[in-house]
Antibody, heavy 122, light 107 residues
């Protein structure tokens, strides 16, 4: 059974950088049929896809975050990471990591972490 | 980016009711749409992928339909555990985009 777990600071300061890690167990992030994704949800609001990465290092980002975001992965530790720079209060959210299992044109966000609340404050 | 207009934003229903939620994409996305259920304090859960395919372990009272720009999620007979918020997600083109969500409440 695949499991994902987010980790990182729960409180970060305005204008600084957030760094979160998603540790995957029960499977390899080097799988050729999986992207690994970050999604966030501001308190009381809807879901926003942030970005995804494939085992090759190929990634895609949401342009709504501009050039502030980087998703990376480390196969040696079987984890992938999210970096968001120049934080504002609008980045306060629950951050989820998830697996995007794909086959052909099908994509399934089928496994999710439990989510981690990150608060940006002065 | 493709915009996803989901409706209604909320609804009240009783156990046993048939519930229909719709999503409209701002441009055609084929069948590249998923439906997710989220309960308070929990991560979203995949219900339907590729517009109509039921994810393993999901009860058959959930069904999806549609293609192109118009999609529906149907719950044939609402159960107590189905009270939650539902989101559609287009995964046809990056950036992936979610609908605004539909909160299903107890009448």
């Amino acid at each position: 059974q695949l499991q994902l777990q987010e980790s990182g600071p729960g409180l970060v300061k305005l204008s600084e950088t957030l760094f979160l890690t998603c540790t995957v167990s029960g499977g390899s992030i080097s799988s050729t049929s999986s992207y690994w994704a970050w999604i966030r949800q501001p308190p009381g609001k809807g879901l926003e896809w942030i970005g995804s990465i494939l085992y090759t290092g190929r990634n895609y980002y949401n342009p709504s975050l501009g050039s502030r975001v980087t998703v990376s992965m480390d196969s040696a530790y079987n984890h992938f990471s999210l970096e968001i720079r120049s934080l504002t209060a609008a980045d306060t959210a629950v951050y989820y990591c998830a697996r995007d299992f794909f086959r052909g044109a099908e994509d399934l966000l089928d496994y999710w972490g439990r989510g981690m609340l990150v608060t940006v404050s002065s | 980016a493709i915009q996803m207009a989901q409706s209604p934003s909320s609804l009240s229903a009783s156990v046993g009711d048939r519930v229909i939620i719709t999503c409209r994409a701002s441009e055609g996305i084929g069948r590249e749409l998923g439906w997710y259920q989220q309960k308070p304090g929990r991560a979203p859960r995949l219900l339907i992928y590729s517009a109509f395919k039921l994810q393993s372990g999901v009860p058959s009272r959930f069904s999806g339909s549609g293609s192109g720009t118009d999609f529906t999620l149907t719950i044939s007979s609402l159960q107590p555990e189905d009270f939650a918020t539902y989101y559609c997600l287009q995964d046809d083109r990056y950036p992936w985009t979610f609908g605004q969500g539909t909160k299903v409440e107890i009448k």
